[in-house]
């Protein structure tokens, strides 16, 4: 049976909720933006020498600003734009389009009464958000 996207996204939603999953995404663009900023403002302050001192301070506090944000990885999923949902989708259904099911809710108690297709299907997830998404993974509470 065809299964969409967002089935797909809601499969993998509670199977990463079930094992307690958060993920920090690290936002290098605002980083480098905020050193980027900084280092003008250095350099119009204080000529090049502020330039350094500037995209060094900007860096640092970009750095402290974007890391160690956790957020569950079910609202990682949700917040996806649709292409990178797709992306996703893509590489988990290779793993469910083997099984035989009717419906989302047989397919989920399927994968859920199946350790060996959750560890699958986490190792899809797992290498898309920390390759893709750049992400450090955390599990548990």
């Not at 509670?14 to 980083?31: F, P, R, T, W």
């Not at 000529?47 to 974007?66: D, F, N, S």
């Not at 199946?114 to 920390?130: D, F, H």
Request: charged share 15%; net charge negative.
């Amino acid at each position: 049976m065809p299964v969409n996207v967002d089935e797909v996204l809601e499969l993998l939603s509670h199977l990463s909720e079930e094992k307690g999953m958060k993920a920090a995404v690290k936002n290098s663009a605002q980083g480098a933006l905020l050193a980027g900023a900084t280092a003008f403002l250095g350099g119009l302050m204080g000529g090049p020498p502020g330039i350094a001192v500037g995209g060094a301070c900007g860096g640092l506090i970009g750095a402290w600003m974007t890391a160690g944000k956790f957020k569950p990885v079910p609202q990682i999923l949700l917040e996806l734009p649709p292409a990178e949902k797709q992306k996703l989708y893509d590489k988990a259904i290779v793993i469910l389009n083997h099984l035989d099911w009717t419906d989302i809710a047989q397919l989920t108690a399927l994968v859920m009464g199946n350790a060996g297709l959750q560890e699958k299907l986490l190792s899809v997830l797992i290498n898309y958000l920390s390759t893709e998404l750049r992400a450090e993974i955390q599990y548990g509470e």
